[in-house]
């Protein structure tokens, strides 16, 4: 087991200065001025300063868990979704380190182990939650690394972009209902912001590194992106119980988190939302970095498809 990253240091600070590092979190634009090519230095400056630039010293030690009514706290701790939740994190911090290790470029090195810091803040956050509402867990499993490193670092970054996609739409459901109160989701916000700026960061080092790679080597690599595009829909279907260390916890957060939180949901609504909240963490990044593009198309392509049946079925 590969040992986890320390989270990147983190300082008390004021209400202002919290303020201020939320709006940093959410806006960023690369001081370099131009166009900026796919796969140059310039476009590895951007992506690699982007998670520098705008961390959020947010510190898991002080967050405020507020006090919860007997029916709200029945609801939180009743959600098949804390230890699923907390696997995730752990697994994708080690993940990343593991990755880390075998970069040579030393700006990206630093980023994956900032990114790797912020999956273990993740986990903090939400072993502090647990504890702060006595919520019931299983005890921690031994979380072995895959042997390919590689494989393991596309594992993560293309789950974080599918469950990104559908947390956004679950958050803000949660938010809109009430079924989470208003500061529990206060202080959930920053950890929900960060894993967009995860993976904005992992599509430009997808851009970067297919752009950087000779065709031999590129060939290759996109049959391993295809396999592990295969690997997920398998783990999404249950299929994949445990391949190389990477057992099915991943797949079934959002889907088990959808489950509780509204079972008759409207799946088109929800899509709808999805769509809209990605668009809005998005925006107020530079232009010039690329956004993740594939779950955003899917998403489209099923709203499109839901509203075209319910069209149909509604004659």
Same mark, same amino acid.
């Given at each position: ?86 696997q995730t994190e752990i697994k994708a ?71 990104? +996609?559908? *947390?956004?739409? $679950?958050? =803000?459901?949660? #938010? @809109? ?6 500061? &529990? ?10 894993e967009g700026r995860h993976i904005l ?61 509204n079972e008759n949901m409207d799946p088109?609504? +929800?899509? *709808?939302?999805? $769509?809209? =909240?990605?668009? #809005? @963490? ?6 010039? &970095? ?26």
């Amino acid at each position: 087991m590969y040992d986890l990253p320390l989270a990147p240091t983190e300082t008390a600070a004021s209400e202002e200065e919290v303020i201020s590092a939320d709006f940093q979190a959410r806006h960023w634009v690369f001081p370099e001025p131009g166009a900026i090519k796919v796969g140059s230095e310039a476009h590895y400056r951007m992506f690699t300063a982007l998670l520098g630039a705008t961390y959020n010293p947010y510190k898991p030690a002080v967050l405020d868990w507020p006090k919860l009514d007997a029916d709200t706290l029945r609801r939180i701790t009743s959600l098949p979704i804390w230890d699923i939740a907390v696997q995730t994190e752990i697994k994708a911090a080690a993940r990343i380190a593991f990755y880390s290790q075998t970069v040579p470029h030393e700006a990206l090195r630093a980023a994956l182990l900032h990114m790797a810091g912020e999956e273990a803040r993740h986990k903090d956050v939400l072993s502090r939650l647990v504890a702060a509402y006595d919520i019931s867990m299983e005890p921690e499993p031994y979380y072995a690394l895959p042997n390919d490193a590689e494989w393991g670092w596309l594992v993560t970054g293309f789950s974080e972009c599918i469950d990104s +996609f559908f *947390a956004y739409g $679950l958050f =803000e459901m949660a #938010k @809109r209902s009430g079924y989470f109160p208003e500061k &529990l989701v206060e202080t959930f916000e920053p950890v929900v912001q960060e894993e967009g700026r995860h993976i904005l960061f992992f599509a430009n080092w997808l851009a970067w590194h297919r752009a950087n790679l000779p065709w031999h080597r590129r060939v290759f690599f996109e049959l391993k992106v295809w396999a592990v595009w295969g690997f997920l829909i398998y783990e999404r279907i249950g299929i994949a119980k445990d391949v190389d260390g990477l057992e099915g916890a991943d797949a079934n957060f959002t889907m088990n988190g959808s489950a509780a939180l509204n079972e008759n949901m409207d799946p088109a609504a +929800f899509l *709808a939302i999805c $769509l809209e =909240e990605d668009k #809005k @963490r998005m925006a107020g990044y530079d232009l010039r &970095l690329k956004r993740p593009t594939t779950m955003p198309f899917l998403g489209r392509m099923g709203l499109t498809a839901l509203r075209l049946k319910q069209r149909i079925m509604g004659r």
